[in-house]
């Protein structure tokens, strides 16, 4: 079993910076992708970006330049930094692993970005 979680959410003005990080334990199976979803209210959770184990990374292009996805394969834990933040990031952060064809998720972290 797999367990993940969320910290580092808050509130932020526009323009503004958050680190998420996301810590994994368990039963880890080394190939594996990391990744951030985010729900807004109202709306579908959606992928804003995600890091395989071997570092090759994906970002929603609504995020591009602005946000940074990383990981430390020996801690088994990943950040997201996230620079110049807009009120449309307002979401919860979901903490996603996906190995084999299973998937585990976090609780969740709220973003919100407002002056």
């Known amino acids: 079993q797999v367990q993940l979680v969320e910290s580092g959410g808050g509130l932020v003005q526009p323009g503004g910076s958050l680190s998420l990080s996301c810590a994994a334990s368990g039963n880890i199976f080394r190939i594996n992708t990391m990744s951030w979803y985010r729900q807004a209210p109202g709306k579908q959770r959606e992928l804003v970006a995600a890091?395989?184990?071997?570092?090759?990374?994906n970002y929603a292009d609504s995020v591009k330049g602005r946000f940074t996805i990383s990981r430390d394969n020996g801690k088994n834990t990943m950040l997201l930094q996230m620079n110049n933040l807009r009120p449309e990031d307002t979401a919860v952060y979901y903490c996603?692993?996906?190995?084999?064809?299973?998937?585990?998720w976090g609780q969740g972290t709220q973003v919100t970005v407002s002056s």
């Open positions: 996603n692993l996906k190995w084999l064809q299973q998937s585990s």
């Open positions: 890091i395989t184990s071997f570092g090759s990374t």
